[in-house]
């Protein structure tokens, strides 16, 4: 049995795997409230749009910052906003990071497909 993650708006399957489903416990700098995250998706079914914002921004109690570079996920479909892509996943590289403080921004990552929850219809396969 499969969950099926639908567009709310349109209903359109957006084609998004649990076996690319980060666990909830998953530790990110941008908090996982309200939202999934994804390792992979189907780039096919959606449309992404950068957005470049200098002001202030509160994720969470300790992530925070004065310039947002994030990118937008949009249905392909309708249009409407189902997520958004950080930069802040796994380590691409094993390594200790700078001075060996541990993994860092200057290591690069790979990308987080974050969908927010309120976003999506969850249907189960049977």
Same mark, same amino acid.
């Given at each position: 049995m499969a969950t099926i993650y639908s567009c709310k708006e349109c209903r359109t399957n957006l084609n998004l795997a649990t076996n690319h489903l980060f666990p909830s416990d998953f530790y990110f700098e941008a908090g996982n409230k309200n939202s999934i995250s994804f390792s992979w998706i189907d780039q096919s079914k959606f449309k992404f749009e950068k957005e470049? &914002?200098?002001?202030? *921004? *509160?994720?969470t109690l300790n992530y925070w910052g004065i310039q947002r570079n994030r990118t937008k996920i &949009?249905?392909?479909n309708c249009g409407k906003i189902v997520g958004y892509v950080y930069d802040d996943g796994p380590p691409m590289v094993d390594t200790l990071g700078q001075f060996h403080f541990g993994p860092s921004q200057v290591i690069p990552r790979n990308p987080r497909f974050r969908f &927010?929850? &309120?976003a999506l219809l969850l249907s189960s396969d049977s």
């Open positions: 470049d &914002k200098i002001r202030p *921004f *509160f994720e &949009k249905c392909n &927010k929850s &309120k």
